[in-house]
Every structure is written in C-alpha cells, then in structure tokens.
C-alpha cells in the first residue's frame, strides 16, 4: 500500500499563474479529501467528494479554487489565478468510508510570489 | 456544530518524562474521535481513534489516550517520551457527517 501520493511536493509559482494539485488515493478508498494548512487557519477542509461525486465544496474559498475527482483513482485542485495569500501546504486525505480514519498525503507546499 | 479544543499551545517535556496533551470537544453526542502527529514537514499521521467500547483506546508508538464522556474529553498519554515525539498532534473529531475537524494543535519539544 503506497498510501495517499500527491504531487508535486513543492510548487512555487507566480501571482496569476493557474497551479494544478494531483491527489492519488489509496486504492478502494471511497471518500477524498482536500485540506489547506496555514498558521493563522489551521487544517481547514477544503472540499469533500463520496465515490467522485463533491459532496460538501463549501470550504472552498473563492472560484478561483476548483476541484474534479475524474475515476476513483485520482483528483487535482486547481488555483486559477494564484494569489500570494493561496501560499499554504495543501494535502489530499481518503477514507474507506464516512466516519473512518482518514489517511493523509505528505502535502504539497505551495508558494506563490 | 462541533469543535475540538487543545489549551496548550505549546508543552515542553524532558526525555524520558510522561506526556498528557488536553483535548476537549464539543458536541451532543459521542463523535469519532482521532489524535494525529506531524512531523515538521511532514503529513498527518494516524495515532489512534476511538469509535465506541473500550475508553481507553492504544495508538502507535506508545501513545494512548481515554475518552471521558463526563469532560467531554480524549486526552493523550505515553509514559516516557523519546526524542523522536517532538512533533505537533493535534485532536480531530468527526460527528454525524464526514467532516474531520481538527483542534489548533499542540506543538511538544522534547528536551534532552
């Protein structure tokens, strides 16, 4: 089991450029989860989605944030354009179901100049 | 809605001393309840959880922690710190939806 794999690790990008997260969840893992982790705000949720549908998008926090679960098997966020304050680490968690532990990703660190 | 508190920030402990890092929640009934260490740059990792049966729940690296209906409460425990449990933790609760909601975290230093 590779757990959850995400990419890239690191990201530095430019104020207005579109940055795409790649999430990989654990095979058979039907729930999936994005986190942003900030100082000032913690671990906040992000979006969840249930079998690939989003279920709860309600912590995303502009339109400028999207987010698609295309298969099972993986899911991107996309920041289109970034701004400096998006400059979090983001990770991608999934669940065998809801309510179960969640298993999280390394995270990608995310810079935006 | 339900919340996760961890009153201390911060908590410095000798090696080798025990560790009890506070959390409370809040919420009508009894939520999943989760305890996770990160590691500076790191991600989340799973120390244990407690769904229901036995209050006094085992985790990995000798962690543990109980639930205490009356207080509302799941506080963590090891009995000897190492070095290697320098580390942030935070408490995460899930009540009757999939929203893991995590306290604000308690960073531990271990010192020598």
């Known amino acids: 089991d590779a757990g959850v794999i995400q990419s890239p690790r690191h990201e530095v990008t430019e104020m207005g450029q579109e940055v795409t997260l790649r999430c990989k969840p654990i095979?058979?893992?039907?729930?999936l989860f994005w986190y942003r982790q900030t100082m000032m705000r913690g671990l906040e949720l992000l979006i969840y989605?249930?079998?690939?549908?989003?279920?709860?998008d309600s912590g995303m926090p502009e339109d400028r944030f999207s987010a698609k679960m295309p298969n099972a098997s993986f899911s991107t966020l996309k920041i289109q354009p970034s701004e400096p304050r998006d400059s979090a680490v983001y990770f991608c968690a999934s669940s065998p179901r809801q309510g179960e532990g969640y298993t999280f990703g390394s995270g990608t660190r995310l810079t935006v100049v | 809605a339900q919340s996760v508190t961890q009153p201390d920030i911060h908590i410095t402990v000798s090696e080798g001393a025990s560790l009890e890092l506070r959390c409370n929640y809040s919420y009508g009934a009894t939520p999943y309840l989760f305890w996770y260490v990160q590691s500076p740059g790191q991600g989340l990792q799973l120390l244990l959880k407690?769904?229901?049966?036995?209050?006094l729940v085992q985790g990995i690296k000798g962690f543990e922690a109980e639930f205490k209906r009356s207080q509302s409460s799941f506080n963590l425990r090891k009995p000897s710190v190492h070095w290697s449990d320098a580390a942030e933790y935070f408490c995460a609760v899930v009540a009757n939806d999939y929203k893991l909601s995590f306290g604000a975290g308690t960073t531990v230093t271990v010192r020598a």
């Open positions: 095979s058979g893992h039907n729930s």
């Open positions: 989605f249930n079998n690939n549908v989003p279920i709860d």
């Open positions: 407690y769904f229901s049966g036995d209050t």
